[in-house]
């Protein structure tokens, strides 16, 4: 079977992001942008399932700028086979995302599609959630196991109390935790050979699909900040502040 | 405007989620709640909600279907019911993520997600880049979804309410889905969500013993629940249900004991709306001192035993 992963290029993980002075949004400008975090994890547990035998194609997709090429690039370099760029300069929501994902499982019917259970811009948590819902089929997000058997995918997925084991009717669309795979590292004959595998570039319009915002920005500003505190000399000084904060008898 | 809230709700009780999310929904309009459940402890659920201050009445659908909460189930019986609604709000846990998105898809309505704040009918604030930035953002959906971060809003009165728990026709089983099992961790401890008081070991702890043996003996002595930085959960040392930050869980307690954490963007992100923080750390410029009310500089293999023994 086929999987598809949508990836999202977005800040690097290690930058801390800076709103803009004119309270627009956060400045990207010169700022080092990565594949979102859990989306890597989508892209090796494809991989994964290709070695395993159940998976014979993986094919990239992600809906962003010009530059998200890069970010496709980095998955075909881990190991997809082909990539979609879906191309908008301007910001699709989780909505809209999900809508252009739709037709494209329309059209290349994937067994799974595996993706990220957020991205770390925007922290919305939707994508998976919407396309599952627009498609019919079942999903099993925040998921730590995923196991292919016949028609049907057993996902264990991180729930607040602890661990939880669903089993979906293939097709299915899953959502990543942490906790799935560690994604591998792309080793540069990889990357060269990465260059020259099939990148289709399309457009929302393509698909037919309206990707018009339904939420507007308004704001963007900093969270209200904590002030640093005192440090306390020893753990008798820390017990007195406690005692007196009514903590400890 | 009046708003259906999804009831969170385990073993007949309802969860302390629900009460924050019913708090964000009554700044909307009149609160109805929905219990989707199974059986008697569904009923139990009901009835519990209809005492919740400011709800006005109570959705009560029963069946197997609903036992395990399949979002599939329950999305669609929520998309049946809210053709009289204006808006839809669910707890932002893992249930109310995985259920809610799928609710707004369907509904052609793009979600607000981990709300902050309820600044009009159709403007909000919310969290981005991991709490590095607060958006406040306009829907244009004629219909709202929403999901309510906890610690944002206070919680409403478990009594005082006297809503009507009326039993509503259910969408039975969708068929795509199953429950196979769950793996929860049985603790005597509070849970992290609701705890007044939390301890959290990160990576210098060393080892998964040494976790247990330096964080338990305090927690336990604190009456706190356990949490940890997810280089700790990483390392192995702790379970993943511990894990405290932008995607483990987000907690704001009175009091939080930082053990041996550094203080990474994401875990602070969260963690930082706590009311008190106090950090241990053998590293003067940890981050985690620049938002700690109370520091200790030291080896905390030696400080946190005292400190047990101490109090």
Known sequence: MKILVPVKRVIDYNVKPRVKM???????????????????????????????????????????????????????????DRAILV????????LGVAKL?????????????????????????????????????PQGTFASKVEVSGDKVSVTREVDGGLETVSLTLPAIVTTDLRLNEPRYASLPNIMKAKSKPLAQKTPADY?????????????????????????????????????????? | MTVLVLVEHAEGA?????????????????????????????????????????????????????GHQLAENVAALVVGLIGDYDAFVAPATSNGKNIAPRVAALLDVMQISEILSVESADTFTRPIYAGNAIATVQSSDAKKVITVRGTAFAKAATTGGSASVESVATGGDQALSSFVGAETQKSERPELTSAKI?????????????????????????????????????????????????????????????????????????????????????????????VADLGLVGDLFKIVPELTEKL
Request: glycine share 10%.
């Open chain 1, 87 to 94: 191309l908008s300069e301007d910001e699709v929501e989780p």
């Open chain 2, 198 to 290: 939390i301890v959290s070991g990160g990576r210098a702890l060393g080892s998964s013993e040494q976790f247990h043996a330096v964080i338990d003996p305090l927690a336990d002595k604190l009456g706190a629940g356990v949490g940890a930085s997810r280089a700790a959960v990483d390392a192995g040392y702790a379970p993943n249900d511990y894990q405290v930050g932008q995607t483990g869980k987000i907690v704001a307690p009175e009091i939080y004991v930082a053990v041996g954490i550094s203080g990474a963007i994401q875990h602070l992100a969260g963690m930082k709306d706590s009311k008190t923080i106090i950090a241990i750390n053998k590293d003067e410029d940890a981050p985690i001192f620049q």
């Open chain 1, 101 to 137: 994902l739709k037709a494209i499982v329309d059209e290349e019917q994937p067994g799974l599609v595996i993706l990220g259970k957020q991205a770390i811009d925007d922290d919305s948590n939707q994508t998976g959630q919407m396309l599952a819902a627009l498609t019919g089929r």
């Open chain 2, 14 to 66: 309802v969860k302390d989620a629900t009460l924050s999310a019913v708090t964000a929904a009554s700044k909307l309009g009149a609160v109805h709640a929905l219990v989707a459940g199974d059986g008697d402890a569904a009923k139990a659920a009901a009835d519990a909600a209809a005492q919740i201050a400011g709800v006005e009445k109570v959705l009560l659908a029963s069946d197997a279907a609903y």
């Open chain 1, 22 to 80: 004119d309270g627009t949004g956060v400045d990207l400008a010169n700022v080092k942008m990565s594949m979102n975090p859990f989306d890597e994890i989508a892209v090796e547990e494809a991989i994964r399932l290709r070695e395993k035998g159940v998976a014979t194609e993986i094919i990239a997709v992600s809906v962003g700028p010009q530059k998200a090429q890069e970010t496709l690039r980095t998955a075909l370099a881990m190991g997809a």
């Open chain 1, 208 to 249: 037919g699909v309206d990707v018009a915002p339904r939420l507007k920005t308004l704001t963007v500003a900093e969270p209200p900040k904590r002030s640093a505190g005192i440090k306390v000399a020893d753990v008798d000084a820390l017990v007195a502040k406690l005692k007196e904060m009514g903590v400890a008898a």
